[in-house]
């Protein structure tokens, strides 16, 4: 099997990218780096690229026969798409569309999207499962919600059936250490924690204590990213089974608490965790859980590594590492100097 994964040097494609690989499969990456970090893709050929840029994607398509393409690259801060809605609706929906139609130009039969829990919008009820109504809030929550209607329609019109993903809190890293969650600026709230656990000088923000949750603060359903990539394995053997285009929500089913976060990272790293209460963010839901009992029931999925502490204790892991390459950095700076 063939597989071209976009964006396959951010967080959860270069985990992708390390399952395929000793799957066996055959991969290409194609990332544009605004993301994603060339030392995180482990294996497979690599190029340097735009998923908008079409021609581009139909050189690379038409270099070997790709039986399926999983979709990751995209822009993912909520809050600045609100900000700056050109550059979501550019990116995530027109630079999708481009990728879609070189897909249906290049004969590619198999579509894995990366969705989101954002196309929900404020919850009506929960667990939310998948014939929950799709409100959005935010233009990067409507522009994913836009692909999975195009891609839909694309299976209606083209044949390309695809498989789209809902992933709620994406969290934790690699069980083998080898690779974790890099974003700039990170604002996701797990390395966030980690990054100030120990460290007397900086402090986590918590955004709001007044929700009309258990202890006032937000509730996530936090899973991790192997077992976000082991749904996305067995969507490809899904789709190759002939099976029909679908969506799942992904997460675990049980909910934590931002404050419930920080104190599984207080017992995992066994250090001080500085803690500051902050005004709440703009458009964040009090509590999103999945239920994901569809993908469980249709495609085996059996999250293996559902625990928090778990979760945080790979992330944890991984943020030592961090620690450590930055202090070697350094070192080696003042070395030169
Ligand atoms: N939070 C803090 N302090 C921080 C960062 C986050 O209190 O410094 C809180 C947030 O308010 C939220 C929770 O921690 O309640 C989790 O926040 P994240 O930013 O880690 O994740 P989100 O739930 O906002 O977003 C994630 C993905 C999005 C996706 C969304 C869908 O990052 O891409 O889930 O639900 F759209």
Known sequence: MKVLVTGGAGYIGS???KLLLASGIDVVVMDDLSGGFRDAVVGGEFVVG??????????????GRFDSIIHFASFIQVGESVAEPAKYYRNNLTGTLSLLDAAVACGVRHFVFSSSAAIFGEPKFTPIAEDHPAQPLSPYGFSKL??????A?????????????RYFNAAGADPEGLLGERHEPETHLIPLILRAAGVSSAHVKVFGDDYRTPDGTCVRDYVHVTDLCQAHALALDWLER???SVAFNLGNGSGFSVNEVIATARRVTNL????QVAARRTGDPAVLVADSAAARRDLGWAPQYDSLETIVQHAWTWEKKRRQDLINRSAGITKKI
């Not at 735009?50 to 270099?63: I, M, S, T």
């Open 50 to 63: 735009d998923v908008g840029d079409r021609a581009q994607v139909e050189r690379v398509l038409r270099q």
């Open 272 to 275: 001080p965790i500085n803690v």
């Open 242 to 244: 002939k099976k029909p």
């Open 146 to 151: 836009a692909v999975e209607r195009v891609l």
């Open 153 to 165: 329609d694309y299976d209606r019109a083209y044949g390309l059936r695809s498989v789209c993903l």
């Open 15 to 17: 985990h992708m990218v």
